[in-house]
């Protein structure tokens, strides 16, 4: 084994080895994942390391993925925003709707939190929208939930 890891091209986790052109497969395997994981979820950041690595490859070496995974990311091949990983040019936000119901709850936010019935009520807005609209400004670390229905900036 420590001649291979002398040689270019492996990797080590532990006490498993990763040669460059599985390892080559592995990544697009997660590229390939990502990229459809946000197709299908457009205004979500992404998903974190442990569920991106279920989801593109479950059944190979833990470690090893996640440390693949790292790799990426240090080389910029993923990104990412609080712990949520994408692909360089994904942006998740706020849909149009979600966008104008922001406009209108945000500069009600001071040093108090909000319940999200009275943003909604104060606003105008549907209680389920707002709802929807706070969860998304929450994912994308705009705002905090202090209680499950209450958030702070």
Do not use: C
């Amino acid at each position: 084994m420590r001649e291979l890891l002398q040689q270019p091209g492996y990797i080590q986790a532990g006490y498993s080895l990763l040669n460059a052109p599985v390892a080559a497969r592995w990544q697009r395997k997660i590229l390939d994942t990502l990229a459809t994981y946000h197709e299908q979820h457009r205004d979500e950041p992404g998903p974190g390391r442990e569920r991106l690595r279920r989801m593109a490859l479950p059944m190979e070496d833990e470690a090893l993925v996640l440390l693949l995974i790292e790799k990426m990311r240090e080389s910029g091949d993923i990104h990412s925003h609080h712990g949520w990983l994408h692909l360089p040019d994904h942006k998740a936000g706020f849909s149009e709707e979600q966008q104008a119901i922001w406009q209108k709850a945000e500069p009600l936010f001071g040093d108090e939190p909000w319940w999200v019935r009275d943003l909604a009520k104060e606003t105008g807005t549907d209680e389920q929208a707002m709802r929807l609209t706070l969860r998304q400004a929450a994912q994308q670390g705009i705002i905090t939930a202090i209680v499950k229905r209450s958030l702070l900036p």
